[in-house]
């Protein structure tokens, strides 16, 4: 009577077997290489993060993969056609800004289906963005973030979030267009960081380029990265007057823990945790002992 629950058993454990079966995983991609992928259609921030990236001795050792076209739609279309090219990278670095994220959206999901099974273990991710659009409007920013911080991390798996307060405008800096307008990024700096640079050095390129400072010497980057965190503190202190201890952590390695969520500040530490991040990818594709 019961040999045929047991051949019934059996016969269910073998066709589920190939369901629970993850020695050889179609979704996971073992065989990465030390590559980063920059997935941005800005070419300032592409620049920016290239030489950042291109001028760290300890990271010098990595290829460094951007998109090539000189146009904006060219760039997308790049991203596009070499979506599931991510999955030989260690390190994905999505630019996840309001105004460029629609028309990425369809490569961006493309290729975190690719590399959704290996994040935060093979391959890690790094967001870079600009904030929620009401962000200054209502001084409530802690609220703001939590569900904007969370939104991403469902998306695209950040092993960190920078928040990059050079790409934030305002709702009325923005001019509207349609997904298949010619698309234009905006080359001047926020209006509200006017006041902190002279009239001929408020262009995105400029401030970017003096504060990394690729071509200068180590003391020299050293200095302008002090410069820039002063000015970080300064602007927080004057936007947020009277909550300097709360987002004092903001301009630290390890970021500011707002409830659920963590951000750091673009490009504070941003080398340093490249560097962390491709080293722990590395050490956990190695065969395990």
């Known amino acids: 009577m019961f040999h045929g629950v047991v051949r019934r058993q059996e016969k ?19 065989r990465r290489r030390g590559q980063i992928h920059v997935l941005t259609i800005d070419p300032v ?47 994905i670095i999505f630019d996840v800004r309001r105004a460029t994220l629609p028309r990425l959206r369809r490569a961006f999901n493309a290729i975190v289906g690719y590399n959704r099974r290996d994040f935060n273990k093979l391959c890690y991710s790094i967001c870079i963005g600009d904030g929620p659009v009401n962000l200054f409007q209502d001084g409530h920013v802690v609220d703001l973030f939590v ?30 267009q349609a997904l298949d307008d010619e698309f234009v990024i905006p080359d001047a700096i926020p209006r509200r960081w006017g006041p902190y640079f002279r009239r001929d050095t408020t262009k995105v390129g400029t401030i970017r380029q003096f504060f990394r400072a690729a071509d200068k010497d180590e003391e020299t980057r050293r200095k302008r990265l002090r410069m820039l965190r002063h000015l970080y503190k300064k602007r927080l202190a004057e936007q947020f007057p009277g909550k300097e201890e709360q987002f004092k952590a903001l301009l630290s390695r390890r970021g500011i823990q707002l409830a659920s969520e963590k951000m750091n500040l673009y490009p504070l530490y941003f ?4 560097h962390e991040l491709m080293r722990k990818a590395r050490r956990n ?5």
């Open 12 to 30: 269910v454990e073998e066709d589920t077997y190939h369901l629970t079966d993850d020695k050889q995983d179609i979704l996971t991609h073992p």
């Open 45 to 91: 921030l592409a620049t920016d993060l290239s030489e950042r990236i291109g001028s760290d001795r300890r990271l010098k050792r990595y290829a460094l993969i951007c998109p090539r076209a000189a146009s904006i739609r060219g760039a997308v279309e790049e991203i596009e056609l070499t979506a599931q090219e991510t999955i030989s990278s260690r390190l």
């Open 147 to 176: 569900p904007y911080l969370a939104s991403h991390r469902v998306d695209f798996h950040p092993a960190v979030f920078f928040f990059d307060p050079f790409l934030h405008y305002e709702p009325s800096e923005i001019q509207l």
């Open 271 to 274: 080398e340093d945790w490249v």
């Open 285 to 289: 594709a190695l065969p395990k002992s």
